[in-house]
């Protein structure tokens, strides 16, 4: 069974840092490509990182600077370090599975993504 499962999300205040984790299980984890999205209320998704099975990385320019992806093929997992959390940052984060490569010009298009995570609420307080 495949499975996404993401962990480390909560209530922060403005300026704070989480971690957020993507633990991965049920497919060959070192051969894909893992990406991070969020959903803000009333907000469509969007992609906020994503990291390649060679360990490419993209980011969104809203959290250029201040989010970290990483990924522990030993453990199949991977990270966003988030700091300097600011309140538009407040979204259900998703990380997601597909093929090797991070999908779009940019790297954070939801396009082909097989696997998704059931989310966790990140919270930016003032």
């Known amino acids: 069974e495949v499975q996404l499962v993401e962990s480390g999300g909560g209530l922060v205040q403005a300026g704070e840092s989480l971690r957020l984790s993507c633990a991965a299980s049920?497919?060959?984890?070192?051969?894909?490509?893992i990406g991070w999205f969020r959903q803000a209320p009333g907000k469509k998704r969007e992609g906020v990182s994503c990291?390649?099975?060679?360990?490419?990385?993209y980011y969104a320019d809203s959290v250029m600077g201040r989010f970290t992806i990483s990924r522990n093929n030993a453990n199949n997992t991977v990270y966003v370090r988030m700091i300097s959390l600011k309140l538009e940052d407040t979204a259900v984060y998703y990380c997601?599975?597909?093929?090797?490569?991070?999908?779009?010009?940019?790297?954070?298009?939801?396009?082909?993504?097989?696997?998704w995570g059931q989310g966790i609420q990140v919270t930016v307080s003032s």
């Open positions: 997601a599975a597909r093929g090797r490569y991070c999908a779009g010009a940019r790297g954070i298009s939801s396009y082909e993504y097989e696997y």
């Open positions: 990291i390649s099975a060679a360990g490419i990385i």
């Open positions: 049920g497919f060959a984890f070192d051969d894909y490509a």
